[in-house]
């Protein structure tokens, strides 16, 4: 079956860094469209980016444009999302996410952003 297994998350401080990974099994991976969300305390879930097939385009929220990356290994059946200089306002639960088969969602991974 289809599963999304993330990690990387933790506590950093404001204008850190991290780096969170998900390794995809179960799908075509490296024939899908591959996206990270993410979803604070009390609001709604929101997408960070996309990435296409061979990585060569993607996408980010206004929120993130400039201080986080999309990568993708499709050896490794691994999508990347570097986050850089890290904000309060990026604390959320961060998902890996795939179109295949209607949709499927990670499990997530926590990520903090606090003095």
């Known amino acids: 079956q289809v599963q999304l297994v993330e990690s990387g998350g933790g506590l950093v401080q404001p204008g850190g860094s991290l780096t969170l990974s998900c390794v995809a099994s179960?799908?075509?991976?490296?024939?899908?469209?591959m996206s990270w969300y993410r979803q604070a305390p009390e609001k709604e879930r929101e997408l960070v980016g996309t990435?296409?097939?061979?990585?060569?385009?993607?996408h980010y929220a206004d929120s993130v444009k400039d201080r986080f990356t999309i990568s993708r290994d499709n050896a490794k059946n691994t999508v990347i999302l570097q986050l850089n200089n890290l904000k309060p306002e990026d604390t959320a639960v961060y998902f890996c996410?795939?179109?295949?088969?209607?949709?499927?969602w990670g499990q997530g991974t926590q990520v903090t952003v606090s003095s």
């Open positions: 990435i296409n097939p061979a990585g060569s385009w993607t």
């Open positions: 996410y795939t179109t295949y088969g209607g949709g499927r």
């Open positions: 179960g799908f075509t991976f490296r024939i899908s469209y």
